[in-house]
Nanobody, 121 residues
Framework: VQLQASGGGLVQAGGSLRVSCAPSGRTVGSYAIGWFRQAPGKEREFVAAINSKADTTYYADSVKGRFTISRDNAKSTVYLQMNSLKPEDTAVYYC???????????????WGQGTLVTVSS
């Protein structure tokens, strides 16, 4: 599965942005999808994840109440809606796929190339 993350950009603190994750050449309807991010000089960290049926989601404490993960299996796309953005949310955001839901990056089998989100203060 090849994943394509898109939708990153520059936004002011307090603003909103939605990033998307879609596969190329294959559906992700049977996969759990996770979003991770990596800021300069920092390790990759978990952000949010959703299972294939979209009835279970996980969130990192740092984004709970601000970010929402969702999926449209008909479009084979997973979204991460990011509201009330903070400068510390600045990072490259990656989506990843695996069969079952997890918050651990090392458990994901397929990764996208990442999309840069920059939040200015």
């Amino acid at each position: 599965v090849q994943l394509q993350a898109s939708g990153g950009g520059l936004v002011q603190a307090g603003g909103s942005l939605r990033v998307s994750c879609a596969p190329s050449g294959r559906t992700v309807g049977s996969y759990a999808i996770g979003w991770f991010r990596q800021a300069p000089g920092k390790e990759r960290e978990f952000v949010a994840a959703i299972n294939s049926k979209a009835d279970t989601t996980y969130y990192a404490d740092s984004v709970k109440g601000r970010f929402t993960i969702s999926r449209d299996n008909a479009k084979s796309t997973v979204y991460l809606q990011m509201n009330s953005l903070k400068p510390e949310d600045t990072a490259v955001y990656y989506c990843a796929a695996r069969r079952y839901l997890s918050s651990k990056a090392k458990e994901y089998d397929y990764w996208g190339q990442g999309t840069l989100v920059t939040v200015s203060s």
